[in-house]
């Protein structure tokens, strides 16, 4: 397969990509736009990227929103009520139909890797169970990691710790946690010290939902970060959410920096669902309840943009678009300053693949896997601007999906 008249980021001119099997075989400059012949993709001046990434998603709980009622009030609490009554009749095919469905969204988008988030604070494991094989099942359509996450706590839960380790044994990639929402701080952190060393133990890498409050005092992050510089583990440790960075005072974070800056570890934010939870307790002024995207990029941390729910208890809306997510959160994080736009796709793809240790299997570049997206736009700042799309999507080679523009004509 011959890709012509692509546009490459960070690179000026026109190349054409020759894909051989699975994998790039070349990348050449063209000097010009050429005329596209039979049988070869025209990428028409538009960008050719590697494939856009949802790296923190749960695909157990997504396309639940309304069963057995909607969410009236938009708070996490009557979330969790209503996923309480859901969860009571979740099955397996039930849980594998509403993924398989939620995984077609994301792909129709040009997402090819996945980290999903599974709650295994279930005696019967059923959701990871059904996830397992989703994972299998669907390969040819994305790279999916599964978390073993403990909605409910590793210390609070009856047996929390057992189910861990169950998980893992039945194959999860990651281990997560859920610090903040245990009894007491003091569980909080044993909770932290028990998921890295099962981690360590098993080879599995760490995603935890740290600190996903306002609350100021929440303050697991520090322990996180300090377990993974001292393990040497920071590349492979990611701390999701961590909401209340955005109501730490300023005196405490410039401490906590240096210490996220030593342990090197990863960040993933939900802009739009945190911006939709978070803040609840504020009349005005009003917080918007993010972590300090903007600052941690600045501080030469590595943190991307990811969905976290689609259509589910917490949040009601969501069609697989990362873009979206990635529109509203350069808005909500300051971050549409000239620079940012020259660079925003980079949320969305290199620092979401860092996030989730991709490592060679992902990138343009001569002998890695042939997995790309033609774009709707030349750059990051047009793809932004015109709310763009991926316009196909290749997987191992071949293309996976294709999507036709609208077109509109104006009269008069
Ligand atoms: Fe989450």
């Known amino acids: 397969m011959l890709i012509v008249n692509a546009r490459l980021r960070g690179k000026n001119g026109v190349f054409s990509l020759r894909l051989h099997g699975e994998r790039i075989a070349a990348i050449d400059a063209q000097g010009a736009l050429l005329p596209a012949e039979p049988g070869q993709l025209n990428a028409e001046g538009n960008l050719v990227i590697a494939p856009f990434i949802e790296p923190h998603i749960h695909l157990d709980a997504t396309l639940t929103a309304g069963e057995p009622g909607w969410n009236m009030s938009g708070t996490l609490f009557e979330g969790i009520e209503l996923w309480g009554k859901r969860k009571a009749t979740v099955t397996h095919e039930d849980t594998k139909r509403r993924a398989r469905t939620t995984i077609d969204m994301l792909v129709a988008h040009g997402i090819q890797h996945v980290r999903s988030h599974v709650d295994v604070t279930d005696p019967s494991l059923l959701a990871l169970k059904a996830l397992l094989e989703v994972r299998d099942e669907t390969r040819h359509l994305v790279d999916l990691q599964i978390v073993a996450f403990p909605q409910e706590g590793i210390e609070s839960f009856e047996n929390g710790r057992s189910l861990m380790e169950q998980a893992v044994e039945l194959g999860v990639d990651v281990i997560g946690g859920i610090p903040h929402f245990e009894n007491t701080r003091e569980q909080g952190v044993s909770s932290i010290h028990f ?197 196909v999507s290749i997987r191992h080679g071949k293309v996976l999906m294709e999507r036709t523009p609208a077109r509109v004509e104006v009269f008069g």
Not at 231 to 253: E, I, L, P
Not at 346 to 351: F, G, K, R
Request: with cysteine; proline share 4%.
């Open 195 to 391: 998921l890295m060393d099962l981690a360590e133990r098993s080879g599995c890498l760490v995603d935890v939902h740290c600190d996903e409050t306002d609350d100021p005092h929440s303050r697991f992050l520090e322990v996180l970060a300090e377990q993974a510089r001292q393990r040497g583990m920071g590349a492979r440790v990611t701390a999701s959410h961590t909401t209340a960075m955005g109501s730490y005072d300023n005196a405490y974070c410039s401490k906590l920096f240096r210490l996220l800056k030593q342990s090197a570890i990863n960040f993933v934010s939900c802009p739009t669902e945190s911006i939709h939870l978070q803040g609840r307790f504020d009349t005005y002024p009003k917080r918007r309840g993010l972590t300090r995207v903007a600052e941690l990029d600045r501080a030469g941390l590595n943190v991307c943009f990811a969905q976290d729910s689609i259509v589910d208890p917490w949040y009601p809306l969501g069609n697989g678009n990362i873009l979206r997510i990635l529109e509203a959160g350069l808005h909500i994080c300051h971050m549409l300053g000239y620079e940012d736009l020259q660079r925003g796709l980079d949320l969305i793809t290199d620092n979401s693949a860092r996030t989730l240790n991709l490592g060679d299997g992902y990138g343009l570049e001569v002998g890695r896997p042939a997995n790309l997206l033609i774009l709707s736009a030349p750059n990051d700042y047009e793809m932004l601007r015109t709310q763009g799309h991926a316009l």
